[in-house]
Structure formats: structure tokens, C-alpha cells
């Protein structure tokens, strides 16, 4: 059974810092991982997908990279800025059916950006 | 475009009622899933529906349904509310685009089971 965790579960840093959002899953068999942007009481932003093939996807200031081999993604935030305060998930699409709505998510890490 | 539509937006509702909540997936996407997030559970995958049949269920009690329209449109019933239906309940669609499948969510129905 696939099983995500995402380190550190809330992280509060001075705008402008660069930071780490990690994501680690048990069973490296996947088809896709993606990163997620939720805030309060809203829906999920989808913000990178990386293909099982792939090593890394960037947009804008976003940076994610994974090691399916080792189980772990990371989500590197550049400048970091208040309106990136949010929740940050971690999902992964697991390998072998047929089924591509059928995520398996991290708790979260909830970042805050303060002026 | 439009982006995913979830209505209501908002539910309460007593222990013991149903609830049915509509998802409406963007034009032209067939895939339609639903999650429920809880704080203490997190996002938990309840099902998803392609093409008006159910592909994928998740690790839920009888009590959820769901369906699919030919339209695409979906809904999920919920009966005999329990307390701990209490969530956020989130519909995504979804297009396959080459090998990429990327899911697209609404905004979600919070239902208050009381």
C-alpha cells in the first residue's frame, strides 16, 4: 500500500527566503507525482506534474525534482513571497492500472510567509 | 474554459439524512473523480467514474455512491449521515493528454453533519 509523507508538516520563513518542501512515498513503482497548492477552504491548484521518466519540472519559481528510485521528491520555492502561503501536498498516481484519477496524498505542509 | 464546478458549496444536515452533491467536470474532460479531506485523515480517494462507469473505488463504506451522466457530470450520495462524514468533499476531472494525465479540482462542497 502507497503511502506519502511530507516533511516538515508547517514551516514559517521571512519573505524572500528560498525553501524546501520535502515528499517522500514507500512503493517507488508510480506513473506520475504531482505538487499541489491549496488554500483555506478551497480546492487544489495543481502546480508541477513529473512524469516516473522524468527528474525534475520547473514554472516560474517553482522547482520540483524526484528520485523515484529512492522514494523522494522536493519542492524548491524561490523568493518566497506571502501570497505563496498555503498548503503544499505531495500526490502520487501509482504504476500498473488503469485508473489515473486514483491519487495517493501527503498531509501537507503548511507554509507561511510573513513580510 | 470553465474550470470544475461543485454545488452546493456549502451543506449542513442532520445524522441519519442524505446528501447528494453534483460535480460538473470542464468541457470536454471524462474522467471524474472524488476525494474527501478531513483534518485527520487528509485527502482519501473515494472513487472515479470514465465514461459513465465506475473504474476505481476506494476504501469506503456502502453508504457512498456515485454516478456518472453521459454529459460527464457526476454525483456522489452520501446516506445515513454519520458525524463523521463531516469533510470537505473535493470532485476532479481529467483529460489525457499524451502520457500526462493531470487532474483539475473544484473548489469543493463542505458539508457539516450535525
Not at chain 1, 6 to 18: F, K, R, T, Y
Request: glycine letters at 10%; hydrophobic letters at 30%.
Amino acid at each position: 500500500k502507497q503511502e506519502v509523507t511530507q516533511i516538515p508538516a508547517a514551516l514559517s520563513v521571512p519573505e524572500g527566503e528560498n525553501l524546501v518542501l520535502n515528499c517522500s512515498f514507500t512503493d517507488s513503482a508510480i506513473y506520475n507525482l504531482q505538487w499541489f497548492r491549496q488554500d483555506p477552504g478551497k480546492g487544489l491548484t495543481s502546480l508541477l506534474l513529473i512524469q516516473s521518466s522524468q527528474r525534475e519540472q520547473t514554472s516560474g519559481r517553482l522547482n520540483a525534482s524526484l528520485d523515484k528510485s529512492s522514494g523522494r521528491s522536493t519542492l524548491y520555492i524561490a523568493a518566497s513571497q506571502p501570497g505563496d502561503s498555503a498548503t503544499y501536498l505531495c500526490a502520487v498516481l501509482n504504476a500498473g492500472g488503469t485508473s489515473y484519477g486514483k491519487l495517493t496524498f501527503g498531509q501537507g505542509t503548511i507554509l507561511t510567509v510573513h513580510p | 474554459k470553465a474550470g470544475v464546478t461543485q454545488t452546493p458549496r456549502y451543506l449542513i444536515k442532520t445524522r441519519g439524512q442524505q446528501v447528494t452533491l453534483s460535480c460538473s467536470p470542464i468541457s470536454g474532460h471524462r474522467s471524474v473523480s472524488w476525494y474527501q479531506q478531513t483534518p485527520g485523515q487528509g485527502l482519501q480517494f473515494l472513487f472515479e467514474y470514465f465514461s459513465e462507469t465506475q473504474r476505481n473505488k476506494g476504501n469506503f463504506p456502502g453508504r457512498f455512491s456515485g454516478r456518472q451522466f453521459s454529459n460527464s457530470r457526476s454525483e456522489m450520495n452520501v446516506s445515513t449521515l454519520e458525524l463523521g462524514d463531516s469533510a470537505l468533499y473535493l470532485c476532479a476531472s481529467s483529460l489525457r493528454q499524451g502520457v500526462e494525465e493531470k487532474l483539475f479540482f473544484g473548489s469543493g462542497t463542505q458539508l457539516s453533519v450535525l
